[in-house]
């Protein structure tokens, strides 16, 4: 009877045990995989981010399941913009390689009416330029001319801590993967463009220099278009100061 007894009083205590946690344990589906969820926010966020970063690799599959947006290269921003003679280059090498690969290729100005038009320099010969007012390029006319095969966005322009920034979440959260190119964004102050980089590398946007977009999209040197592709990049990005904007900054 005594162990009887006993044997009744561990089964009550496991009985509890596994109902508490039962309680606090829930399956949620994520991406097709069943993770647990402990009432722990530091131990959901981790999992979360693992199962995130272990389904989406950030491949740019092809051209044709992906487009290029240039936000806002303006001509009332040219005085002011940190590197813009260097970003204006960078985003030129985007942009021939989206046209030499048939790619979705979209533009937008924020308040032309005030800030002036595109700037002359960019090939955007024949891309529509969408007039808007809110920061992000998220908007109807930029949505609406992407097709459902895209699945994959680039971004080259500015400001990064503005509409590069914003259009970034807005498109991550339309189940977009988001590519900025960081030689190809910047802002008046590099400060700003380097902490807007890493906020949007914490939302899981891909963090990618042009020459290496480029590289993702051939993906293949048999491409028939690759020798011209080849051209572009057969000489490195200019500096647009990743590495040593925030020191010069302090500097001056």
């Known amino acids: 009877a005594e162990y009887m007894g006993k044997l009744n009083t561990l089964y009550q205590l496991f009985r509890s045990f596994f109902y508490q946690i039962g309680k606090s344990l829930v399956f949620i589906s994520y991406t097709g995989k069943q993770i647990f969820?402990?009432?722990?926010?530091?131990?959901?966020?981790?999992?979360?981010r693992?199962?995130?970063s272990s389904s989406r690799s950030g491949i740019i599959k092809s051209p044709k399941n992906s487009a290029l947006l240039v936000c806002d290269m303006?001509?009332?921003?040219?005085?002011?913009?940190?590197?813009?003679?260097?970003?204006?280059?960078?985003?030129?090498?985007?942009?021939?390689?989206?046209?030499?690969l048939n790619m979705t290729t979209l533009?937008?100005?924020?308040?032309?009416?005030?800030?002036?038009?595109?700037?002359?320099?960019?090939?955007?010969?024949g891309v529509q330029k969408v007039a808007k007012t809110c920061f992000s390029m998220a908007i109807p006319d930029i949505l609406n001319g992407m097709n459902s095969d895209i699945k994959s966005v680039i971004l080259c322009g500015i400001e990064t801590q503005a509409c590069i920034l914003m259009t970034s979440l807005d498109l991550i959260e339309r189940g977009f993967d988001v590519h900025v190119v960081a030689d190809a964004v910047?802002?008046?102050?590099?400060?700003?463009?380097m902490f807007a980089l890493e906020r949007?590398?914490?939302?899981?946007v891909f963090?990618?220099?042009?020459?290496?977009?480029?590289?993702?999209l051939v993906r293949d040197a048999a491409l028939p278009q690759f020798k011209s592709i080849q051209k572009l990049i057969s000489t490195v990005a200019m500096d647009t100061g990743l590495l040593t904007g925030i020191d010069e900054e302090k500097s001056q």
């Open 74 to 100: 303006q001509e009332k921003f040219r005085n002011t913009i940190q590197y813009f003679p260097q970003i204006i280059d960078s985003t030129n090498r985007v942009i021939d390689t989206a046209k030499l």
């Open 50 to 52: 693992s199962t995130v």
């Open 207 to 216: 963090i990618t220099t042009s020459e290496s977009v480029i590289l993702q």
């Open 200 to 204: 949007m590398r914490q939302s899981g």
């Open 37 to 48: 969820n402990f009432h722990n926010k530091m131990f959901l966020t981790t999992v979360l």
């Open 107 to 125: 533009a937008t100005e924020q308040y032309p009416k005030g800030l002036g038009p595109t700037i002359p320099e960019l090939n955007l010969d």
């Open 186 to 193: 910047s802002s008046r102050s590099m400060t700003e463009r």
